[in-house]
């Protein structure tokens, strides 16, 4: 199994990216794929997933109306579309691969010890 993200980068506040994650050897079907960030100095944190055998996708609360979640089926590719950057999410992003139960309407939100495969991280600052 193989995940990699790009798409980090340097983005003013206010800006917009778009963050992808390329896997390998898992499908859509079978499992949840789920972004991560971690800040300097602060826990890993779910910032948004999607489980298509469920139909659901999930967004903290501190990015919704702001992320949106994405894929591209045909192309093993999962995305995340970010908009209206603040300071405070400035962080290495990650994406995930977990049991589809994991995004889920049956759970709280996304934790990292319930996922399995992971990638190795895009770099996101937002900064003027």
């Known amino acids: 199994v193989h995940l990699v993200e790009s798409g980090g980068g340097l983005v003013q506040p206010g800006g917009s990216l778009r963050l992808s994650c390329a896997f390998s050897?898992?499908?859509?079907?079978?499992?949840?794929i789920a972004w991560f960030r971690q800040a300097p100095g602060k826990e890993r944190e779910a910032v948004s997933c999607?489980?298509?055998?469920?139909?659901?996708?999930y967004y903290a609360d501190s990015v919704k109306g702001r992320f949106t979640i994405s894929s591209n089926t045909d192309r093993n590719t999962l995305y995340l579309q970010m908009s209206s950057l603040k300071p405070e999410d400035t962080a290495v992003y990650y994406c995930?691969?977990?049991?589809?139960?994991?995004?889920?309407?049956?759970?709280?939100?996304?934790?990292?010890?319930?996922?399995?495969?992971w990638g190795q991280g895009t770099q996101v600052t937002v900064s003027s």
């Open positions: 995930a691969a977990g049991g589809t139960y994991y995004c889920s309407p049956y759970t709280d939100s996304p934790h990292p010890r319930n996922y399995d495969f």
């Open positions: 999607l489980s298509k055998s469920y139909g659901s996708t």
């Open positions: 050897g898992i499908t859509f079907d079978d499992y949840a």
